[in-house]
T-cell receptor
Framework: KQEVTQIPAALSVPEGENLVLNCSFT??????LQWFRQDPGKGLTSLLL?????REQTSGRLNASLDKSSGRSTLYIAASQPGDSATYLC???????????FGKGTSLLVTP | DGGITQSPKYLFRKEGQNVTLSCEQN?????MYWYRQDPGQGLRLIYY???????QKGDIAEGYSVSREKKESFPLTVTSAQKNPTAFYLC???????????FGSGTRLTVV
């Protein structure tokens, strides 16, 4: 079964810092990997979707990379803001007939 | 705007009651999913459906039931056989894995 590990589990930084969230997974037979954020008591909001044929995907201050062969993905957040405070999740995607496997996420707090 | 609507936002269940959580999408997605989220744990798959009138059990299907009579709708019933139903329930859908997944805003179920 796909195991997903996210490091660090929690992170607190002052506003303006650049930061990296790490995601590793055990099964490299994936179509793509999707980064989400979850605010407390809310659903998941999609941030970036990286296809297995891509190595990077960018959206505004967010940049995600994927190294499928090594089972790793990173999410880079530039110039962090208090509004970035949330839990970040990175389930790898095998196909519609498979569950999205989630780790416990990285809980990010950006302080003013 | 297209999306997934989950209702109600909060639901209270008495011991021995069955309750039904609603999930409706207007994205024209074929596949729909139900996940359960508990504090400190990753999301876990309850049931999924790839097409109307067909669904499969996920990792934690015991005590739950679903139906898929319409493409747009995938209701989840939490039966009295589910001994610990207090959790946050999330519905998701996708057209194809390559396009990523969309999540609803969730239903918080509490046993009283």
């Amino acid at each position: 079964k796909q195991e997903v590990t996210q490091i660090p589990a929690a992170l607190s930084v002052p506003e303006g810092e650049n930061l990296v969230l790490n995601c590793s997974f055990t099964d490299s037979a994936i179509y793509n990997l999707q980064w989400f954020r979850q605010d407390p008591g809310k659903g998941l909001t999609s941030l970036l979707l990286i296809q297995s044929s891509q190595r990077e995907q960018t959206s505004g201050r967010l940049n995600a990379s994927l190294d499928k062969s090594s089972g790793r993905s990173t999410l880079y957040i530039a110039a962090s803001q208090p509004g970035d405070s949330a839990t970040y999740l990175c389930p790898p995607v095998r196909g519609v007939g498979y569950a999205l496997n989630f780790g416990k996420g990285t809980s990010l707090l950006v302080t003013p | 705007d297209g999306g997934i609507t989950q209702s109600p936002k909060y639901l209270f269940r008495k011991e021995g009651q069955n309750v039904t959580l609603s999930c409706e999408q207007n994205l024209n997605h074929d596949a729909m999913y139900w996940y359960r989220q508990d504090p400190g744990q990753g999301l876990r798959l309850i049931y999924y459906s790839q097409i109307v009138n067909d669904f499969q059990k996920g990792d934690i299907a015991e005590g739950y039931s679903v139906s898929r009579e319409k493409k747009e709708s995938f209701p989840l019933t939490v039966t009295s056989a589910q001994k610990n139903p207090t959790a946050f329930y999330l519905c998701a859908s996708t057209l194809r894995s390559e396009y990523g997944y969309t999540f609803g805003s969730g239903t918080r179920l509490t046993v009283v």
